[in-house]
């Protein structure tokens, strides 16, 4: 049995590959980035077949980095941007419009109506989602509805619809395979998160036949091999998962209770809740996590918008810092936020507050207040955002997490790490094993192969880098209660 997979993690900007040996180190790594469209205000396109050719030639380039042969990958696991839709011809493998991805809002105004027309509670019963353009549902209504002669193709058994891990096993099994996971179907809207299926009355809301839909299988089995053209060995695929979820494997937060958060960009927080669905009732979402030999994990997830953004802010906005690494040196030099509290609701805010109409505000400027203090706060913002949808998790899950786990870019901050634990009051710990991600989808498809017997054998390898503890003193107590107040005067603010 050869011991390397090759795990293809196709995020929103850059396609990786990475591959890894069965002791969960990374050997090779190869990036590269894509073209973002933005054809109109709040629209966010990508090229599906830019996806491909990045992906399949990340992959290539990752093989020959680690010096092994396309003979020695055992498996490929796969994951990815969640909900970005694409939809292509069956025959000629011709996407028939550019994927919308993710961020794009422009069923924003659908949305509106479905809420007007009262049919949240039921999508939300069964999807665990709240009706949003996030998901994919109405998007790809819109190619349908928009898109010259898609609907007649699509009503003819003509079209194929799939979320971006579909869409790369379709190409990499030259489209012998039209299938997704559940963790990524149960991003779409259309999949019904209790029985596990194609929910007919969600087709019949967003009017999408049945045929355009892929074959929904568990998070690790093999779905396929890669086609003759593509790799000089034909390689099982046997690992699905939609990024966030596959950073909570990844993470091995593999019990029920187990959290993580990623601080890229924005912050994406995934509690496993077992085996079966926690319905929010404190506006987080409820999801698929994976599936694995008939077990299924659940998993409550918020959503944060500015994260690692606030950091780019204070260094290409208010050009205070040059590079992000320079906000520790910066944040370091004053030994308190002085009194501010920035609230970055740059975008809107996200879970648990789900106000898009808010705006990013700085309170309690003084004449004595520095740039360090501003750095310190934006800091401090990213914890108690964390903080608030962690106590949202807790009172839906009832029940007080022991340990946060974290990944992503923002991390290798000290004093935000600190910081986080302190506002917590609970350990936070950060894994030596950087690409989280890619290491979750790897699990998969090594499980469903034989390279790990077992979860059990893949936890032996999980090493920490290190475990801050907190230190949750008066002072952060009334940091806690001033950044409070500041939330509330934004929501007010955005009434006014
Ligand atoms: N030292 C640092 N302190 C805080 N944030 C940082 C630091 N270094 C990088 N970042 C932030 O990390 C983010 C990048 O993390 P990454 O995981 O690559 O994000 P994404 O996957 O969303 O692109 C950027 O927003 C950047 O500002
Ligand atoms: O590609 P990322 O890391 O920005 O993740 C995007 C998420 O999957 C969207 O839900």
């Not at 987080?284 to 008939?294: E, F, P, Y």
């Not at 077990?295 to 944060?304: K, R």
Request: charged fraction near 20%; glycine fraction near 8%.
């Amino acid at each position: 049995m050869s011991k390397y997979i090759l795990s293809l993690d196709q995020g929103t900007s850059s396609s990786r590959a990475i591959i890894f040996n069965d002791e969960g180190k990374q050997l090779a790594v190869a990036q590269k980035e894509f073209t973002q469209i933005y054809p109109q205000s709040g629209w966010v396109e990508h090229d599906a077949m830019e996806i491909w050719s990045s992906q399949i030639g990340v992959a290539t380039e990752a093989v020959i980095k680690a010096r092994i042969s396309p003979q020695d990958v055992a498996c490929i696991g796969i994951t990815n941007q969640r909900e970005t839709t694409i939809v292509w011809n069956k025959q000629t493998g011709e996407p028939i419009c550019n994927a919308i991805v993710w961020q794009d809002r422009r069923t924003a105004s659908f949305c509106d109506e479905l809420k007007a027309a009262g049919k949240e509670p039921l999508i939300k019963e069964k999807t665990g989602l709240m009706v949003d353009a996030y998901f994919s549902a109405t998007k790809l209504k819109w190619i349908l509805d928009n898109v010259e002669g898609a609907r007649a193709e699509a009503n003819a058994g003509n079209l194929l619809f799939g979320t971006v891990d579909s869409w790369l096993v379709w190409k990499l099994t030259a489209g012998k395979v039209h299938i997704t996971d559940v963790s990524n179907a149960s991003r779409t809207m259309l999949f019904n998160i209790h029985t596990l299926s194609w929910d007919d009355e969600l087709l019949s809301i967003f009017d999408i036949p049945e045929s355009v839909l892929p074959e929904v299988k568990s998070s690790s089995e093999v779905y396929g091999e890669t086609a003759g053209a593509i790799f000089s060995a034909k390689i099982p695929i046997a690992g699905i998962a939609g990024d966030q979820q596959a950073a909570l494997f990844g993470q091995l937060c593999t019990q029920a209770g187990m959290v993580k958060n990623t601080y890229g960009t924005g912050c994406f927080m995934l509690m496993n809740t077992g085996n079966k669905p926690v319905m929010s009732k404190n506006n987080l979402v409820t999801t698929v996590a994976w599936k694995i030999n008939n077990e299924v994990h659940y998993a409550l997830e918020g959503s944060i918008f500015m994260a690692g953004a606030i950091v780019q802010w204070l260094r290409d906005g208010l050009g205070i810092i040059k590079t992000s690494s320079e906000i520790d040196d910066l944040a370091s030099a004053c030994e308190d936020n002085g009194g501010v509290v920035l609230v970055p609701a740059f975008t809107g805010l996200g879970a648990p507050h789900w106000n898009p109409y808010a705006k990013g505000t700085i309170f309690g400027l003084s004449r004595g207040t520095k740039s360090s203090h501003i750095a310190r706060a934006a800091l401090e913002s990213i914890a108690y955002q964390t903080m608030d949808v962690l106590k949202a998790m807790e009172a839906d899950a009832d029940f007080a997490i022991k340990e946060l786990r974290v990944d992503g870019g923002a991390t290798v901050n000290n004093l935000l790490m600190q910081y986080q634990a302190d506002v917590l009051d609970t350990s936070v710990i950060r894994p030596k094993a950087a690409e989280l991600t890619a290491i979750g989808a790897a699990y998969l498809a090594g499980l469903a192969v034989g390279v790990w017997a077992n979860i059990e054998e893949i936890k032996k390898q999980w090493e920490v880098d290190q475990v801050f503890e907190p230190a949750h003193t008066t002072q952060v107590q009334n940091n806690i209660i001033q950044w409070k107040k500041a939330v509330q005067a934004v929501n007010h603010w955005t009434t006014l």
